[in-house]
């Protein structure tokens, strides 16, 4: 037999490695393998990491510390196919992870993940890279990011992906970057409306609910909504909004047409398909309130276009608003309350709303819910505005006290609209009256202490509407309302300076809140005001001039003149021209003062007796608090009271006063002069009587003395001069009348002889008190006789002004109408300035300008 050949085996090439099959139990030493040059260990590499970050997101957080992130970056570009789709599926998945997402954008991946997009891609690629995306497009770098990297293009193009997957990550994505405005505006150009329009047919919720999302934002754009109806999106939203099975995307279509309701064109659309009716039906039958509140901000914000107010009319939006108000959720009502205040604007809405919709308003303002309360009381501050109907309406549903009441409400727009429902209805006196006996004025006296501009303004609105009230002003007064109107003068807001200018001006209206608005400061405030430019308005003036005109003393003493239309009345005192800066004093604040040498205070009180007994009562009864006889009661020192009452010697030379006649007084001040006569001493003892009762009054409060001197100086005058035919004799027979209670004429050039000093001093010295009534005054120099002359020629109808002039002067202009011309009968002349002379030659006329005018004047 022959030997069998052994046959030998090649050995393999020295340079070829053979195959390792290893199994690794370490996420490290996979992301190891992300450094080899094979494919395959690549790809399986990549495969074992997506399924370790899958487990959670501590994995994905191990993996970034081992630096996975960074060779996957390399490997997403990969030419491999195999390997480029692992790698993107792990990206994938760790992108929901925060830190890692960070570290993405550090490393600028946006850019090569939108390469993947491609259509020849797979699909696989395609889902891992929008769900990447999407993940990174949280954050508004990454936006700007893929909108200037071109990324919306391809985002937009695989919404028609026939993955469901890939839709629902492009879609989500397309959302997140639309929510900025240059990706808004730029999907509009790029046809976006039909792909998601086609989703909306889409099995998978989440993909129509992201559809709808994406459309709510985009279709705050005209445009876009334009396309939307071109598209019939309206009809596929109506539609989804008839599918009970849809439910779940009532609140987000709802949303869409919403926007579509503030465009004329969809709304009209609408309107034409019947797709309106349908849609507030769809609002009224609703049981799930939060599509009934946004369906109903979504009426509210349409209804600031007049053209959609009107045709929101049409379809009677009314009915449905007002039934949402009974509603019980807080939220619907708001909503609601909201979108009648928009409709308000329409007229026809008004009065619609007005018949049936105010009675659930007004009860409303009792609901426990502040918002509820504010939403309500904006729309019934709407209902009411220019609407005498709707104001009626309100307080006929007894909406008065609820609207008093919200003035205490928390929050400031409640306050605000609160005080201008209020406003409103103050238009009708019947309402404005009833409102007062609510106690608005007392209610008011916070919101004027607000920080909130806007319920300043109109708490100072609100005073001034009803401020016309006496009995108002003193309720403001006394709830201290007066401090913080007069602080809104120096508001910086303009609007709240000048409702305050305006509440001012309403407020002085009476002499005891004009003196006590001065006291606090208005005068020097409103001054400076009217000094700016800036600051003044066109009420600033006009409270300066009420205040100055219900508070005469302060007026004489700052501006040394009273006009006509000026008349004085029981309480002016003249305390001399005051120097700038200087402050005015009150009456019971120079009461108070020792007795001194300076300028007496000339006193005006003709009160009758039995007013001053009955003001004496009132005081002790401690129900009075302003006594009758001036602005202001103050309590005073021992020395003050026991100075109240009027010397024995004070008393004779008033009882003059108690006659009635010119001709009688003559001889009853002789016979007082020699201390006798019965009737006299009768008088005596009444006075006595009146000022002891005053004199025990002064225990508790200071009262002026009575002035009955000038009283029956006014009585006299009266049944004198009243008789006399012409003006003119009038005017002479006054001053003559005036002269001679004041000690009679004076020669010029004995002027200086007139010692009428002295007697002011004494007169001081026996009141003990720097206060002087003007009856007391027996010698009396120009001013005193020219406050005499106003005083009386005030009571008795006499038109006179009051001027004050330098060094102790003082005179009295009228005007008067000269005869006509001889031989020109019946001729009306226009009225003459007189100045009438009460020193040299009582009664004579000087024509202002003259020179005998002038020379009375400067004497």
């Not at 494919?39 to 994995?59: H, M, P, R």
């Not at 191990?62 to 790698?87: F, M, Q």
């Not at 999407?134 to 992906?161: C, D, N, W, Y």
């Not at 120009?782 to 005179?811: M, P, Q």
Request: glycine share 6%.
């Amino acid at each position: 037999m022959g030997k069998k050949v052994k046959k030998e085996v090649e050995p393999p090439p020295k340079d070829v490695f053979d195959p390792l099959l290893i199994e690794s139990k370490t996420a490290a030493t996979a992301v190891l393998m992300l450094s080899s040059p094979e494919e395959e260990v690549l790809a399986k590499a990549c495969d074992a990491l997506y399924k370790f970050a899958s487990k959670g997101d501590e994995n994905k957080v191990t993996l970034l510390g081992l630096g996975a992130v960074e060779h996957l970056c390399k490997l997403i570009s990969h030419e491999d196919p195999i390997v480029r789709r692992n790698a993107i599926m792990v990206f994938g998945i760790m992108a929901s992870n925060h830190d890692v997402k960070k570290l993405l954008r550090e490393l600028d991946v946006t850019n090569s993940l939108i390469s993947q997009l491609a259509p020849e891609e797979d699909v696989v690629i395609h889902e891992f890279a929008t769900l990447c995306l999407a993940h990174m497009a949280v954050e508004h770098t990454t936006k700007l990011h893929i909108f200037k990297q071109g990324g919306l293009e391809p985002l937009i193009r695989l919404l028609g992906s026939p993955d469901p997957d890939v839709q629902k990550n492009s879609v989500e994505c397309i959302y997140l970057l639309v929510q900025d405005f240059q990706s808004c505006a730029a999907v509009r150009g790029l046809n976006v409306i039909p792909p998601l329009l086609e989703l909306l047919k889409s099995e998978y919720p989440v993909i129509q609910l992201l559809a709808l999302k994406t459309l709510e934002v985009i279709s705050k754009d005209t445009e876009t909504r334009i396309t939307l109806g071109e598209n019939k999106g309206l009809e596929c939203l109506l539609k989804i909004l008839e599918t009970n099975e849809f439910s779940d995307l009532h609140v987000e279509a709802l949303a869409v047409l919403g926007n579509c309701l503030e465009d004329v064109h969809a709304l009209q659309l609408l309107q034409q398909t019947g797709g309106l009716k349908k849609l507030l039906s769809f609002v009224g039958v609703s049981t799930v309130p939060d599509i009934q509140k946004n369906a109903t901000k979504a009426i509210a914000k349409a209804a600031y276009d007049s053209e959609i107010r009107k045709i929101l009319n049409e379809e009677e939006v009314e009915k449905t608003l007002i039934n949402l108000l009974k509603i019980d959720n807080d939220g619907v009502k708001v909503a609601a309350s909201q979108a009648i205040s928009a409709m308000c604007e329409n007229s026809a809405s008004k009065r619609a709303f007005g018949l049936q919709g105010i009675p659930q308003l007004v009860q409303l303002l009792n609901s426990d819910s502040e918002k509820v309360k504010e939403a309500a009381v904006t729309a019934l501050a709407n209902l009411t505005a220019a609407s005498p109907g709707n104001a009626s309406a309100v307080a006929e549903a007894e909406g008065i006290k609820p609207l008093v009441n919200t003035l205490n409400a928390q929050r400031d727009q409640a306050v605000a609209n609160a005080a201008t429902a209020l406003t409103n209805l103050a238009t009708q006196e019947l309402f404005r009256i009833t409102i007062q006996g609510c106690g608005v004025m007392r209610a008011l006296a916070e919101p004027l202490r607000s920080t909130n501009s806007q319920v300043q303004s109109k708490a100072a609105f609100a005073v001034a509407a009803f401020g016309c009230d006496a009995d108002a002003r003193t309720e403001l007064r006394n709830a201290g309302g007066l401090r913080p109107l007069v602080e809104l003068l120096h508001s910086k807001n303009a609007e709240v300076r000048r409702n305050a200018c305006l509440a001012v001006t309403v407020c002085a209206s009476d002499e005891v809140t004009a003196v006590e608005l001065c006291r606090l400061g208005a005068l020097d405030i409103l001054k400076e005001m009217n000094l700016s430019i800036w600051r003044r308005n066109k009420f600033s003036e006009a409270a300066l001039e009420n205040l100055f005109d219900n508070n005469l003393s302060q007026k004489y003493s700052q501006r040394g003149y009273l006009s006509s239309s000026n008349v004085i009345t029981d309480g002016f005192y003249d305390c001399g021209q005051i120097k700038p800066g200087v402050k005015f004093l009150s009456l019971e604040e120079l009461s108070m003062q020792e007795l001194t040498d300076r300028r007496a205070i000339i006193f005006i009180n003709a009160k009758p007796r039995e007013d001053v007994l009955a003001a004496e009562e009132k005081a002790q009864d401690s129900s009075y608090e302003q006594t009758p006889l001036s602005p202001a009661l103050s309590r005073k020192s021992s020395r003050e009271k026991t100075s109240s009452v009027v010397s024995p010697t004070e008393e004779k030379q008033e009882l003059p006063g108690q006659q009635s006649s010119l001709s009688k007084r003559s001889t009853r001040e002789k016979v007082l002069r020699r201390g006798k006569g019965k009737k006299e001493e009768e008088k005596m003892k009444e006075v006595t009587e009146v000022m002891s009762k005053v004199q025990d009054l002064g225990n508790s409060h200071w009262l002026p003395p009575p002035d009955f001197i000038l009283l029956d100086y006014i009585n006299d005058a009266s049944k004198a001069i009243l008789p006399l035919t012409t003006t003119r004799e009038q005017v002479v027979a006054l001053a003559q009348f005036v002269a001679n209670k004041m000690g009679g004429s004076i020669e010029r050039d004995k002027l200086h002889d007139f010692n009428w000093e002295l007697h002011i001093s004494e007169i001081e010295f026996e009141l003990k008190c720097n206060i002087v009534p003007i009856g007391k005054v027996k010698k009396g120099t120009f001013y005193h006789r020219a406050l005499l002359f106003k005083v009386v020629a005030d009571r008795i109808g006499i038109g006179c002004s009051l001027v004050r002039g330098e060094y102790n002067r003082a005179w009295n202009e009228v005007e008067l109408v000269d005869d006509s011309p001889q031989g020109i009968a019946g001729l009306l002349l226009p009225p003459q300035v007189y100045i009438v002379d009460l020193m040299f030659e009582p009664g004579f006329l000087m024509k202002q300008g003259s020179a005998e005018a002038d020379q009375y004047k400067h004497i």
